[in-house]
């Protein structure tokens, strides 16, 4: 892993990169800042590098809140590649004032591959929510789970990281199905927070029939704290992009700015 501290100029310039280009089709070549630009970044004080996709993009977790909080938060987005709305929200959790209350790692596109080609599955075709290595079974067509469990370089990229951070509380953020996930006891008062915060309705995800290797159930069934999807809808509004999601998503974390 490589660790990128403080807000220097060349990850400020990497973090422009990625607010600077909406269809994060190339690796960012943003130049360095002007000064009043530096000031929408500030919530942003470490950027790590934890893994590389299938086409050597690199995949990046974004830290902001306090990083001596013992309370610790994973929120991410675009795990499926053409699900980049609430990415939005993410971009602007990193965009604020500081937050304090929780130590929080921002992962706006996790599937970078299928982003920038806006695609659901990774550059293998390979549904990464369905890639990891807990019932884990071979399903084909759209949700392709791989020529075997975390199979993938974004899977066990992530897989390291959160066993590394061992946050509390995780957030995979999707569309378009309108909700907040309630199906894992583990995560009850997560969800109840975030169904609170977000003014998203409580529903419960079946993956259509029944989940097979997706990461919540990874995360949930291996380390300690509680991960669960959010669903948006078909478009995330502006107000749920500039105020109801960031506030919200802080909120359910014990977090504020
Ligand atoms: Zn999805």
């Known amino acids: 892993m490589r660790f990128i501290s403080g807000a220097g100029l060349a990850s400020l310039a990497l973090l422009l990169?990625?607010?600077?280009?909406?269809?994060?089709a190339e690796e960012p070549t943003a130049q360095v800042a002007p000064t009043a630009q530096r000031a929408q970044v500030r919530a942003v004080h470490e950027i790590k590098v934890f893994?590389?996709?299938?086409?050597?993009r690199e995949m990046r977790a974004y830290r902001i809140g306090d990083p001596t909080s013992t309370r610790k938060a994973v929120l991410i987005g675009t795990i499926h590649g053409n699900e980049a709305g609430p990415?939005?929200?993410?971009?602007?959790?990193?965009?604020?004032p500081p937050?304090?209350?929780?130590?929080i790692w921002v992962i706006p596109y996790l599937n970078r591959d299928g982003y920038a080609k806006n695609r659901r599955t990774n550059a293998r075709g390979v549904d990464l929510n369905r890639n990891f290595p807990v019932s884990w079974v071979k399903q084909g067509g759209r949700y392709y789970s791989g020529k075997k469990a975390a199979s993938e370089p974004e899977t066990k990229a992530l897989m390291k990281f959160l066993t590394a951070v061992r946050p509390a509380y995780v957030v995979s953020l999707h569309q378009p199905l309108n909700g907040v996930d309630s199906s894992y006891g583990k995560a009850r008062w997560l969800a109840q927070r975030l169904v609170a915060g977000l003014k998203l309705p409580k529903k419960v995800f079946h993956c259509r029939s029944r989940c097979h290797g997706t990461m919540t159930q990874w995360f949930n069934k291996?380390?300690?704290g509680a991960a669960l999807t959010v669903e948006y809808g078909?478009?995330?509004?502006?107000?749920?992009?500039?105020?109801?999601?960031?506030k919200g998503l802080l909120s359910a974390v014990f977090a504020s700015r």
Request: hydrophobic share 40%; charged share 20%; proline share 7%.
């Open 99 to 103: 937050v304090t209350g929780a130590d």
């Open 17 to 24: 990169g990625v607010l600077a280009t909406p269809a994060e």
């Open 234 to 246: 078909g478009k995330v509004s502006k107000r749920q992009a500039t105020v109801t999601g960031p």
């Open 51 to 56: 893994g590389r996709s299938v086409k050597g």
């Open 87 to 96: 990415a939005k929200i993410l971009l602007n959790l990193m965009d604020g």
């Open 222 to 224: 291996k380390l300690p």
